[in-house]
């Protein structure tokens, strides 16, 4: 349990980062009673950066979140509450329930108003995936490595099958 | 080490410092980045040494034989951060053309045994404007630099780039979430847009604290001169958004240049200010500022950027006039300890460097440009 940067007491219940007089930027966790003294209190859970509420995830990680992982690369939710890092793009699925909340009070929004990806150019990105991959099958077969070669081949094939 | 030439760059100060404008009173630098991940391949961290070294592969591949990327990088190899010394990797973080984190990735690497540090590279074009990191926290990060407030031009180079990679790789995508990252703080568009802004006016009138706290208030993060947990120094701050998702990234960009604008004109009303309530105090301050460096024999580079400061404070309300805030940027640069080192291509203890840099500074200045 993180302790008061003020009184070292009690327990921290808001991390709030400030300017001193200096300019410098500084981070304070405080407790509720030094954060009421500080005048911080109504602003307690109002404006965390992003910083604050990823450290935030790392208290209280519990039984359920070590057993909540996800199906494509294994990293556990008490893994990302630890290091605040996802492990591959399907970790958004497989920790939705869980995930949007903390996405919500980062973005303050659930919903992605920015560019999309084009399908139309999906494509170009599969015959640039093949030629990569025939440069590597390349390589594979003149350092003799049948098995890799034989495994890149299945995967031209796969990519193939799905421009098709 | 003597034989070896330490520079990984043929410029003695950054390609796009040379522009001075008159937003570069205030905004040194704006810089804009991208952070995008392979689909189908899980992120760095989860990521094994075979996966890396195919994502390098790939993207390489996609920047040295596709047109379509190659423009941005012509005649351009990668820099494997593996095969670089220290002092050049650290070279490479004072230019901002790689994040401390991307340096300290490796040696966390290093330490775990788990995986051997491979598969993290940057490529930097000719001018140090667009620089594509592989493998640091996302497969991707790009980003381009410009002097000054400059965020239309850098944004739009930026945009095409990322439109080039996409024709050719595909993305990390969800329709809800955007861009798929490794920290959920830059879901979305992966659009970070920052500036590092000069705000001594504000800091010498007291102001700062109220102002800050005010962009704060708007969704806007206030850093040091390297970026995430780095302290500020020389009056120097870094702003960005901290918001990716919900809005475009015309929004974002547009927020960020508001936010610029609005603090360009507090500092100038603080200058002013300065000027005419506490003309002696700040005549006072430039001008130690100054006498100090062009007299120093022996000069620390925190020493040297907090007086840097100072005189460039004193060039832009003209106070001093025989040097320019070109000059000064420049020797910011050439003075920080990797820099300083490179531009002499030669390994240097601290003292060695003391001596040098205060050497420099007065040669510099002495030549009044």
């Not at chain 1, 007491?9 to 966790?29: F, P, Q, R």
Request: hydrophobic residues 40%; charged residues 25%; neutral net charge.
């Amino acid at each position: 349990m993180k302790k008061c940067s003020l009184c070292h007491k009690e327990e921290v219940v808001v991390v709030i980062t400030t300017i001193d007089k200096d300019g410098k930027v500084v981070e304070l966790s405080l407790c509720q009673d030094c954060a009421a003294k500080k005048g911080v209190g109504e602003i307690k859970k109002g404006k965390l950066n992003a910083q604050a509420i990823l450290a935030e995830l790392q208290d209280k990680i519990t039984e359920e979140d070590h057993n909540l992982i996800c199906i494509n690369c294994g990293l556990s939710f008490a893994d990302f509450r630890r290091y605040g890092r996802l492990g591959c793009e399907h970790c958004y699925e497989s920790f939705q329930g869980r995930l949007q909340p903390i996405i919500k009070s980062i973005h303050n929004a659930t919903q992605h108003m920015g560019k999309n990806v084009t399908e139309g150019k999906k494509k170009i990105a599969e015959k640039f995936e093949i030629k990569k991959l025939r440069v590597t099958l390349q390589n594979a077969i003149t350092k003799e490595d049948y098995e890799k070669a034989a495994k890149i081949r299945d995967q031209i094939r796969k990519i193939r099958s799905e421009v098709k | 080490m003597k034989d070896q030439n330490l520079s990984l760059s043929n410029q003695t100060t950054p390609g796009w410092l040379a522009s001075d404008s008159s937003d570069s009173l205030t905004v040194l630098s704006s810089r804009v980045r991208y952070a995008r991940n392979l689909a189908n391949y899980p992120f760095p961290t989860k990521a094994t040494v075979d996966e890396l070294e195919e994502i390098l592969d790939m993207v390489s591949m996609a920047i040295k034989k596709e047109e379509a990327v190659n423009k941005f990088f012509l005649n351009i190899e990668p820099i494997s951060i593996d095969k670089i010394t220290p002092l050049q990797a650290e070279f490479l973080v004072e230019r901002h053309l790689v994040s401390p984190d991307f340096l300290n990735r490796i040696s966390k690497k290093k330490d775990s045994k788990a995986t051997s540090p491979s598969g993290r590279a940057v490529f930097i074009n000719q001018d140090e404007t667009v620089s594509l990191m592989i493998n640091e926290e996302d497969h991707l990060r790009f980003q381009v630099l410009s002097a000054g407030l400059n965020f239309s031009d850098s944004f739009k180079k930026l945009n095409d780039l990322d439109d080039s990679l996409e024709s050719l790789l595909r993305f990390a995508y969800s329709p809800q979430y955007g861009f798929l990252t490794a920290c959920p703080s830059n879901v979305g568009t992966a659009l970070r847009a920052s500036i590092m802004i000069h705000l001594p006016g504000l800091v010498l009138t007291k102001e700062i604290e109220k102002v800050l706290r005010a962009i704060w208030q708007i969704g806007y993060a206030v850093r040091g001169l390297y970026g995430e947990g780095t302290e500020t120094r020389g009056y120097f701050f870094q702003i960005s958004n901290t918001v990716c998702l919900g809005q475009s990234e015309n929004e974002i960009i547009e927020g960020i240049e508001k936010v610029a604008n609005q603090l360009i004109a507090h500092e100038e009303k603080a200058r002013d200010y300065l000027t005419k309530h506490m003309k002696s105090e700040i005549e006072d301050k430039v001008f130690r500022a100054y006498a100090v460096l062009s007299a120093a024999r022996l000069i620390a580079s925190e020493e040297a950027l907090n007086l840097l400061a100072t005189v460039r404070l004193g060039v832009a309300i003209k106070i001093i006039t025989n040097t320019s805030i070109a000059t000064l940027n420049r020797i910011m640069f050439l003075l920080k300890p990797a820099n300083l080192q490179v531009y002499y291509n030669q390994d240097m203890s601290p003292f060695e460097r003391d001596e040098k840099r205060a050497a420099l500074v007065r040669q510099i200045l002495a030549e009044n440009i």
